[in-house]
Nanobody, 125 residues
Framework: QVQLVESGGGLVQPGGSLRLSCHAP??????????VAWFRQAPGEKRKFVASVSRSAGSTYYADSVKGRFTISRDDAKNTVQLQMNNLKPEDTATYYC????????????????WGQGTQVTVSS
């Protein structure tokens, strides 16, 4: 059973920063074999793509709303994928989910095989 665990969420003021981590604690499951993405879902809204990183080449993709503020990166030695979020805005408030795929990364929810349980990010003064 593949397991993804998100961490790093919390309450932050506008303009602040947070770093989210997606960890795969399962024995024998290494994230470097998967494309990984972050999605987010605000109350009453659909889950939306935020950022992704491909497998071996490490190519990254971002939603327009987060370009220049968020950075996705892999740390294969630690079996994690991180999302550094800077200059946070109230509209970034959502539950953030990481997802993994053995296929090519995409912006579509059904392009991913495995999902974490989510971590809450709240941006408020």
């Amino acid at each position: 059973q593949v397991q993804l665990v998100e961490s790093g969420g919390g309450l932050v003021q506008p303009g602040g920063s947070l770093r989210l981590s997606c960890h795969a604690p399962g024995v024998g499951f290494t994230l470097d074999n998967y494309g990984v993405a972050w999605f987010r879902q605000a109350p009453g809204e659909k889950r939306k793509f935020v950022a992704s990183v491909s497998r071996s080449a490490g190519s990254t993709y971002y939603a327009d709303s987060v370009k220049g503020r968020f950075t996705i990166s892999r740390d294969d030695a630690k079996n994690t994928v991180q999302l550094q979020m800077n200059n946070l805005k109230p509209e970034d408030t959502a539950t953030y989910y990481c997802a993994a795929t053995t296929s090519i990364v995409s912006k579509l929810l059904d392009g991913y095989d495995y999902w974490g349980q989510g971590t809450q990010v709240t941006v408020s003064s």
